[in-house]
C-alpha cells in the first residue's frame, strides 16, 4: 500500500495549483485524508483533512484559499490552492488513515504518508 503525490512546482505569487495523492494497493477502505507540510526550518502542520464522507476541516490560516476534495472511486485526495503566498512555500505531504490488507490479514486505521511534493511560490 502507497501514497503518491503529484503536482507540485513553481508558481508566482498568487497563482494556483492543485496537488493529487493516489492511494494504490491492497486497501480495504480510506477513512480520513488529509495534507500536511513541513516549512524549511519548521515543524510540519496539518492543513486540511476530509472524512470518508466528505466532512472538511482546514487549518485557520489557509481557509478560503484552499479546498480539499477526494474521489473515492479514484482513491485520491486533492489540494486546491488559489492566491498562493510565497509563505506557502513548503513540502507538501499527503496523508490517509486507512485499512488495508497485509499478507492475507486485514489491518485497520492503518496510518500512511507519501512522498511529500514540494511546492514553491515565488516571482
Known amino acids: 500500500v502507497q501514497l503518491q503525490a503529484s503536482g507540485g512546482g513553481l508558481v508566482q505569487p498568487g497563482g494556483s495549483l492543485r496537488l493529487s495523492c493516489a492511494a494504490s494497493?491492497?486497501?480495504?477502505?480510506?477513512?480520513?485524508m488529509a495534507w500536511y507540510r513541513q516549512a524549511p526550518g519548521k515543524e510540519r502542520e496539518l492543513v486540511a483533512v476530509?472524512?470518508?464522507?466528505?466532512?472538511?476541516n482546514y487549518a485557520d490560516s489557509l481557509k478560503g484559499r484552499f479546498t480539499i476534495s477526494r474521489d473515492n472511486a479514484k482513491n485520491t485526495v486533492y489540494l486546491q490552492m488559489n492566491s498562493l503566498k510565497p509563505e506557502d512555500t513548503a513540502v507538501y505531504y499527503c496523508?490517509?488513515?486507512?485499512?488495508?490488507?497485509?499478507?492475507?490479514?486485514?489491518?485497520?486505521?492503518?496510518?500512511?504518508w507519501g512522498q511529500g511534493t514540494l511546492v514553491t511560490v515565488s516571482s
Open positions: 496523508n490517509a488513515d486507512m485499512n488495508v490488507v497485509r499478507g492475507g490479514v486485514n489491518y485497520y486505521n492503518k496510518d500512511y
Open positions: 476530509i472524512t470518508s464522507a466528505g466532512s472538511t
Open positions: 494497493g491492497s486497501i480495504i477502505s480510506i477513512n480520513t
